[in-house]
Protein backbone atom coordinates (compact mmCIF):
# COMPACT_ATOMS: atom_id res chain seq x y z
CA UNK A 1 0.00 0.00 0.00
CA UNK A 2 1.61 3.19 -1.02
CA UNK A 3 2.35 5.61 1.80
CA UNK A 4 -0.42 8.59 2.27
CA UNK A 5 -3.19 6.23 0.57
CA UNK A 6 -5.52 8.90 2.15
CA UNK A 7 -3.85 12.03 0.75
CA UNK A 8 -3.98 10.45 -2.12
CA UNK A 9 -7.57 9.97 -2.31
CA UNK A 10 -8.44 13.61 -1.29
CA UNK A 11 -6.69 14.72 -4.07
CA UNK A 12 -8.20 12.92 -6.95
CA UNK A 13 -11.77 13.95 -5.10
CA UNK A 14 -10.56 17.37 -5.79
CA UNK A 15 -9.56 16.90 -9.46
CA UNK A 16 -11.38 17.67 -12.41
CA UNK A 17 -8.46 16.39 -14.74
CA UNK A 18 -6.38 13.05 -14.41
CA UNK A 19 -4.07 12.39 -16.30
CA UNK A 20 -2.11 8.72 -16.44
CA UNK A 21 1.01 8.68 -18.22
CA UNK A 22 2.96 4.88 -19.25
CA UNK A 23 1.07 2.79 -17.41
CA UNK A 24 0.01 -0.74 -17.81
CA UNK A 25 -3.32 -0.34 -15.68
CA UNK A 26 -2.55 -3.31 -14.19
CA UNK A 27 -0.72 -2.69 -10.77
CA UNK A 28 -3.04 -1.60 -7.83
CA UNK A 29 -3.97 0.37 -5.78
CA UNK A 30 -2.70 2.77 -8.83
CA UNK A 31 -4.62 1.13 -11.58
CA UNK A 32 -7.73 1.95 -9.68
CA UNK A 33 -6.98 6.32 -9.38
CA UNK A 34 -8.06 6.41 -13.32
CA UNK A 35 -11.77 4.35 -12.19
CA UNK A 36 -11.92 6.88 -8.86
CA UNK A 37 -11.69 10.08 -10.89
CA UNK A 38 -13.78 8.92 -13.30
CA UNK A 39 -16.67 8.10 -10.68
CA UNK A 40 -16.07 11.17 -9.28
CA UNK A 41 -16.48 13.37 -12.44
CA UNK A 42 -12.64 14.24 -13.57
CA UNK A 43 -11.87 14.32 -17.31
CA UNK A 44 -9.30 11.24 -17.61
CA UNK A 45 -6.60 11.38 -20.12
CA UNK A 46 -4.40 8.41 -20.96
CA UNK A 47 -1.05 9.08 -22.71
CA UNK A 48 0.67 6.09 -23.21
CA UNK A 49 2.86 4.05 -25.74
CA UNK A 50 -0.04 1.27 -25.91
CA UNK A 51 -3.83 0.86 -24.31
CA UNK A 52 -3.31 0.30 -21.21
CA UNK A 53 -5.60 -2.66 -19.67
CA UNK A 54 -8.00 0.05 -18.31
CA UNK A 55 -7.67 1.82 -21.36
CA UNK A 56 -11.92 2.12 -21.88
CA UNK A 57 -11.96 3.78 -18.65
CA UNK A 58 -10.36 7.17 -20.14
CA UNK A 59 -12.29 9.57 -21.95
CA UNK A 60 -9.01 10.26 -23.96
CA UNK A 61 -6.11 8.06 -25.35
CA UNK A 62 -2.88 9.73 -27.08
CA UNK A 63 -0.89 6.51 -27.82
CA UNK A 64 2.84 6.94 -28.99
CA UNK A 65 6.07 7.74 -27.05
CA UNK A 66 5.91 9.36 -24.31
CA UNK A 67 8.46 11.98 -25.25
CA UNK A 68 6.29 12.93 -28.15
CA UNK A 69 2.71 12.44 -27.00
CA UNK A 70 3.28 14.08 -23.46
CA UNK A 71 4.23 17.41 -25.31
CA UNK A 72 2.11 17.22 -27.97
CA UNK A 73 -0.78 16.98 -25.72
CA UNK A 74 0.74 19.65 -23.17
CA UNK A 75 0.83 21.78 -26.06
CA UNK A 76 -2.94 21.69 -26.98
CA UNK A 77 -3.81 22.68 -23.86
CA UNK A 78 -1.90 25.82 -23.18
Known sequence: MPLEMDRIEQAIA???LFLSIGTS????PAAGFA???KSLGAWT???NLEPSSNSALF???HLGP???V???WVGKMI
Open 45 to 47: VEL
Open 59 to 61: DET
Open 25 to 28: GDVY
Open 70 to 72: VPE
Open 14 to 16: KCD
Open 35 to 37: QMA
Open 66 to 68: ASE
